[in-house]
């Protein structure tokens, strides 16, 4: 069973970027697609972006497009997301998980349909 651990967050300013890595273990990671999702307290996680099995196919929240890249290395086990222009909205826990057979990438990315949660990065964005 695949789980994943987060890491690459942090703080940074205004218009700052950064770059979060997501690395799997207990499976091979080349056979599933993996969603990076972001959650502030209070409320439930977010979809932020979602890559095919093989890196073809890409999706991403509207709010984050322009912003966000997502990437992966399937030799490594490994999924990024990279953020530019990063703003205070965007702070939260940052959580990988991959996306479970017989789904698809989509831009509405629904929670359930995910699976082998990390704890996740923390992002801040502030002045």
């Known amino acids: 069973q695949l789980h994943f651990v987060e890491s690459g967050g942090g703080w940074v300013q205004p218009g700052g970027s950064l770059r979060l890595s997501c690395v799997a273990s207990g499976s091979t990671l080349e056979h599933y697609a993996v969603g990076w999702f972001r959650q502030v307290p209070g409320k439930g996680r977010e979809g932020v972006s979602c890559?095919?099995?093989?890196?073809?196919?890409?999706k991403y929240h509207n709010s984050v497009k322009g912003r966000f890249t997502i990437s992966r290395d399937n030799e490594k086990n490994a999924v990024y997301l990279r953020m530019n222009d990063l703003q205070p909205e965007d702070t939260a826990v940052y959580h990988c998980?991959?996306?479970?057979?017989?789904?698809?990438?989509?831009?509405?990315?629904?929670?359930?349909?995910?699976?082998?949660w990390g704890q996740g990065t923390q992002v801040t964005v502030s002045s």
């Open positions: 890559i095919d099995s093989r890196g073809g196919s890409k």
């Open positions: 998980a991959a996306l479970m057979p017989g789904y698809y990438c989509s831009g509405d990315m629904t929670e359930a349909h995910f699976d082998g």
